[in-house]
Structures are given as C-alpha cells and as structure tokens.
C-alpha cells in the first residue's frame, strides 16, 4: 500500500508539469516538481527507478496529450490504436528520469553529494541524451519552463537550454538540503539559491548581440487552413486564393508564408500561379518566401522546403531535420501498416542536408528553420552566425486546439534567446509571432483566424557566448560533476568498510 502511495504521489507531481510550460507559464512549478520527485527517491530509495519512471510518464503523457490530437483527431487513426500509441512515446522518455534517479540513490549517501552534484548532472545528461538518441525529442526540457519569465532565463545566452535544465534540477536538489540538511547545509544552500536567481536576473539586462542597419516592416500569413481540408483536391483552387489575397493585400520588405502554405509540388502549382504571386510582391518591392513541398534534384524523392518566389533562381531551405513517424517512417517493414489506417500525405520527406546557408529576402539574411527543427538549439548556431534575423515556418494544424502551438512558440523564445536575433514566426493556425532577442513575444496573431501580422523588426550581429561554444561546456561541466560525485561516494564506502580484524590481516 505504501508503495502504491509513493508511485501516485510520483504521478501527480509528473503531471503537474503540464502547467509549468506555455502557455500556462508556472514556471516555479519544475523546479517544486522535481523537488518532489527527489524527496521521494530520498525518502524511498528502493523505488527510486520506480518513482522516476512514474513521474517521466505521468508528465510527458500530460505535456503531449496532443499526440491524440494528431493521431485520431486529425489523421483518422481509430481510437482503439490511437489510445496505446499516445502513451509510447512517454514511456520511452520516461526511462531518463527513471536512470536519473536510479543512479542517483546509489552514488552516495550524503545529501549535498547526492542532490547538488549527482542528481543535478545525471538529469541533464539524461535531457541531452533523449535529444538527439534515436533522432531525438527535446521538447519537454524542463529548461523550457523558464522562458522567458524567470530569472533562470538570463542564462539561456551563455549555456542554452541546457544550462538551465540542470539549473532547475540543481534548485530542485538544493530544495531536498533545504528540507532535510543540517543547519549550516541549510544556511549555505538557501545564500546560493538566493545568488543564483539574483545573477539570472542581472543577466537579463545583459545584451550579448548588437543591432545591425535598419529596421524594416515584415509580414507573416497565417492562412487557417484546416489540417482535414490542406490536401483535399476539393479545397485546393481555395487554399491558393486565400494565400494570394493576403499577398496582394500586404506591402512589407519581405513576407513569409507557412510551412507547406502551398500544398502542390513546386513544379505543379498551376501555370501562372507563381508568376502572379510573385509579380504582385515584386511590384511592391516586396520579398517573399513560401514553405513549398519540391522534389529532389534526381526527381525520386521529396523535401519539405521554403522557396524565395521573388528570386528568379527559387532558392530554397529544405528541412534537414525531420520528425519520425511524421515526415519519415523509421522501421517500414515493422509499422508501415500502420499508415493505412490514417491520413498522412507525405509521410516519406529526405532530409535536406546539413549546413545550408541563409536566404536573402530583401537583402537580409534570413536563417529558416522549419516546424520541429527549432526544437535543438545547437543545429541553429551555424546558420544564425551567417544570418541576421531567424525564421521558422510551421504547420500545427496537426494539434487541433491544444496546447502544442503555445509550447511550439515557448520554443521559438528559447532560440532568440540563445542567437541573439529575432525570430519570426509564420504558421498555418498559430502561433503566428515576431519574437525580440531577448525572447520577449513584440505580437502574436490569435490562432485560428486568417490574418496577417505586421510588424518592425532588426538584424542583428555578433554571438552570445552559447553561439560560440554550444553544449559542449555543459555536457562535459555535468559529465565532471557526475565523475567527482562518483569519486567521493567511492571513497565514502571505502571509509565505512570495517576494518580487517587480526585474523584477515593474517
């Protein structure tokens, strides 16, 4: 019965993260919530893989319930497959926190040893870990719960979401000593809690990036198109006139449209159509990008790109990063019946390659990302160095009305945060928004209506000190601490062994 208690306690405070990201934005809830779970561990060692699993699928089944959303809602997956197929994905991430805790109980004994050098370091790797194993799923760091209004977000510039994972999970440990640990430990960790979120909010006031040139107008179509209509033939004609209008109704320096905005290969949009679209902006001297589906050079695959209209050689960006299942099918031979049973077009996208340069629109140099790219953070370094402005193009119609779009956008901040530069974002549904370099949201479009959003913008230049090191220093800073954790609860056991009596030293 205890046992049972224990895990039930783990559950509700896994699920209680839900409310710590957007667009609920509790951003103290992670850190209390992770303080639970390791009260838990440290009250109930035993469990302590137990209570970590529990808690990882209690929170990431409440963070992506969407994946419902998309599989039954949208895709046309019944119920009955749908249902176990939500839960797959938490209950691999869930083996992270489960490690993390595992290991932590048995490094060492001591609290400080075990909360403020162990656990912290083990949950980070654990993060990093799921965010590029088996193509990676970062989303859901508990980094990201403090974009951008806590002051654990002034470090995002120096070490990425990253650092700010194992900030949350270091105030997480330093909460355990604070509950359990003697005076002086107590005394301590309070006086370095205290400095360490009075330093993030000194941070905040620090600018890593300067502005470059003028501002200029941009403008961001959100076109509305429901996920069940994008690639109905029926809809097609109807589609391609909402986006026109809202071409020729704009005058900007550039313009984007959304990811896959134009749901027909470049090469088969109806004759006219592009020399139409592209003629009106240009009139208006008016750069525009479009996300486009376009073959491969060798005509046997396709990519999901975003085209420069107004640039008679259609430069492009293609999607070099795709997500599994969505985009590509990882394992055909074992799951590829499933596909038959929903509605996913383009479900076999190629990856457009690594180290693509920036496109020019209207002479600045724009780093596109799009969708599920923007969700690792290092893969944008390269890129925004050559840029001065980033741009993502998405389609989260896939999510119906959940939360999926604010979560995407809390995204979005954490890559300004981390470059330096604006970001801009143009969605099919929402959320449609120009984001400042210090991750602050200047407009945001409402989600689900058929607009445009204008607005002034700035390139800007130089690198923040997570441009130019990436996540290497915190990797090998928590990879450090793990090792001196590992070192100092061996020497531990050694110290408690008894000593050999007269007849074993004979």
């Known amino acids: 019965m205890r046992t049972l208690l224990v895990l039930i306690a783990a559950a509700f405070a896994g699920a209680l993260t839900l409310y710590g990201f957007a667009p609920y934005r509790l951003y103290g809830l992670l850190p209390l919530s992770l303080a639970a779970l390791a009260q838990l561990v440290q009250r109930n060692p035993r469990l302590a893989f137990r209570i970590g699993y529990v808690w990882g699928v209690a929170a990431y089944a409440s963070n992506f319930n969407w994946i419902y959303n998309s599989l039954h809602d949208i895709a046309g997956l019944p119920a009955m497959l749908a249902a176990p197929l939500v839960l797959l994905l938490p209950a691999y991430l869930a083996i992270w926190p489960g490690l993390a805790c595992w290991l932590t109980s048995r490094i060492d004994s001591r609290l400080w040893v075990r909360w403020l050098l162990a656990f912290p370091a083990l949950w980070e790797l654990g993060e990093w870990l799921r965010s590029w194993v088996m193509t990676g799923f970062p989303w859901g760091a508990v980094g990201y719960s403090q974009v951008t209004e806590s002051p654990l977000a002034g470090f995002i510039p120096i070490g990425g979401v990253h650092l700010v994972s194992w900030l949350v999970a270091l105030s997480a440990g330093a909460l355990v000593l604070l509950a359990n640990g003697q005076r002086l430990q107590r005394m301590a960790t309070l006086i370095g809690l205290l400095v360490l979120w009075s330093g993030g909010y000194w941070l905040q006031t620090v600018s890593w990036t300067e502005p470059a040139g003028k501002a200029y107008r941009v403008a961001l179509a959100q076109g509305d198109i429901p996920q069940a209509m994008k690639w109905d033939p029926a809809t097609f004609e109807s589609t ?201 949201i200047a407009s945001v479009a409402a989600p689900f209506t058929q607009q445009v959003l204008e607005g002034m913008v700035q390139d800007y230049q130089g690198r923040t000190p997570y441009m130019q090191y990436g996540n290497q220093p915190v990797i090998i800073g928590c990879i450090s601490l793990l090792t001196l954790a590992m070192a100092l609860g061996a020497w531990q056991r050694r110290q408690q062994r008894p000593p050999p009596t007269p007849n074993q030293a004979a």
């Open 240 to 440: 391609l006139t909402t986006y026109y209008q809202q071409v020729a109704s704009t005058r900007a320096d550039l313009m984007i449209l959304p990811e896959t905005a134009l749901p027909v290969f470049l090469d088969d949009l109806p004759s006219g159509y592009l020399t139409m679209m592209a003629g009106d902006a240009q009139r208006k001297n008016m750069a525009l990008a479009t996300g486009i589906p376009r073959r491969t050079a060798d005509g046997r695959g396709y990519l999901n790109a975003v085209v420069v209209l107004t640039d008679p050689a259609l430069p492009s960006y293609a999607k070099d990063h795709l997500v599994p299942f969505g985009e590509f099918i990882p394992l055909p031979g074992l799951i590829g019946w499933i596909y038959q049973y929903m509605n996913m077009p383009l479900s076999g996208f190629s990856r457009g390659g690594e180290n693509q340069h920036p496109l020019t629109l209207a002479g600045h140099k724009v780093a596109f990302n799009i969708c599920y790219e923007d969700s690792f953070g290092e893969e944008l370094i390269g890129p925004a160095a050559q840029a001065g402005i980033l741009a993502n193009v998405s389609n989260l119609a896939w999510f119906g009305k959940s939360v999926a779009m604010s979560q995407h956008l809390q995204l979005s901040q954490a890559r300004a945060l981390e470059t330096g530069r604006f970001m801009l974002r143009a969605t099919n549904t929402g959320m449609t928004a120009i984001v400042r370099p210090n991750g602050d």
